[in-house]
């Protein structure tokens, strides 16, 4: 079988009591981890279970707030979390005890998870470009420093607006539909909606990113060859000691395809927006389609599949109202810098992303990270012995989410992949 499923090694694992004035050893006595990553997820978590034959639990004791660190081995290279990149105790559950043995599942959360409770944004935001923001709740409100400064992505808009004590996490998730790529037009021209909106914001194990759709499926030229994007294939054959057996899809099941009703029910393909601006007392009319505004997709089909008939009927109406005056006392005809149909461009790109769903299992890989693009290959199904590729199906993947499982001779990663569009070549 696959050498990276069963090559595992807990180098150290180490649970530290409040103020670090215990430390716990346990790395004999981890049965598996479950750690988790998610591109609509703002912090990442990890699930730990124990079995140790000494007291622990109520010997440090564990009530909450107790730091984790770790280093595992792996055939794809070492996983490790320490330092600032330590996880923290937030919930202990499943415990059992038989007088000889303990067993209980530590429940993690990175720092900034925990300091996301207590922390609030409390001032008004001037008007600047939204990733200085992003940058500036990183630094001061969650204060920490686990990011690049390249995972923050630059918006072409600026915006002002208050923080409304608000939980830091919910203002970053918050400003990402409001976000306009640098990288994109954006605007109006005459009754027309122009270009496109939506960041995601998350946390990968390299730290936190701010970044478009737009860029993530642009990672990678859909038309060409990159040798940065893993390949992964379907394959009933096992080949014994084959390092091939790494890149083999251990099992996958198509989750969504298709949504019709939903697509129209969200105004996916074509929307319209209302927009009164309360200083002039005049009404615009903003009409969006979908199809002339995308040219980042991660399928190579030229054009977008839209069912005859609604590619240019609205099936969602859009109502704003301006903000003009509220923000800037000096100009009282100044808004926050809001794009007039951002909601029209953001809903549009961010329920395409997720028109195909695929759940998939590979050998672990730990240099995997959510937001990250695959290529993953499958057969077409024909009566023949012959088996071909399925030259729809196959392609590249966004990494919408990730679960590393480490567990002795059962090393798997899980994946959920989306696309937005069909075709390999």
Known sequence: MSVAVGSLRFNAVELIALNDTKRIDLTNSVVFIDYFEDILSPCVTMNMQIATGNSIFNTLPIRGGEKVVFDISTATGNFTLDGDYGMYVYKVSGYASDGQKEMFTLHLVSREGLTNETSRC??????????????????????????????????????????????????????????????????????????????????????????????????????????????????????????????TILDYALEKNIDLMKSLRVGMYANKTYFYDLYTNKLDIYAYYLKNEIRSKLGTQDDLVIPSGFEESFSRILVRTSDKGTLDPNDIAGSSGRDNADMAKSFSRYNLLFTQSLNMVVPCNVNLRAGGVVKAQFPKVESSQQTSLDEEQSGKYLIKELRHHFEGNNMVTSLKLVRDSYGLY
């Not at 001037?126 to 992505?153: A, W």
């Open 122 to 247: 409390q001032k008004k935001y001037e008007k600047l470009p939204i990733n200085e923001h992003v940058t500036s709740i990183l630094d001061e409100v969650l204060t920490t420093k686990k990011y690049e400064s390249s995972n923050i992505e630059r918006t072409s808009n600026s915006y002002s607006f208050i923080g409304n004590q608000k939980k830091p996490f919910h203002i970053l998730t918050w400003l990402g539909p409001k976000g306009i790529p640098s990288t994109g037009s954006s605007g109006t021209s005459g009754e027309l909606a122009k270009g496109v909106a939506g960041f995601l914001f998350y946390e990968t194990k390299d730290g936190f990113n701010f970044k478009s759709i737009d860029k993530l499926v642009s990672a990678t030229t859909s038309g060409a060859e990159d040798s940065s994007v893993i390949t992964y294939t379907y394959n009933n054959v096992i080949q014994e000691n084959s390092i091939q057996n790494n890149f």
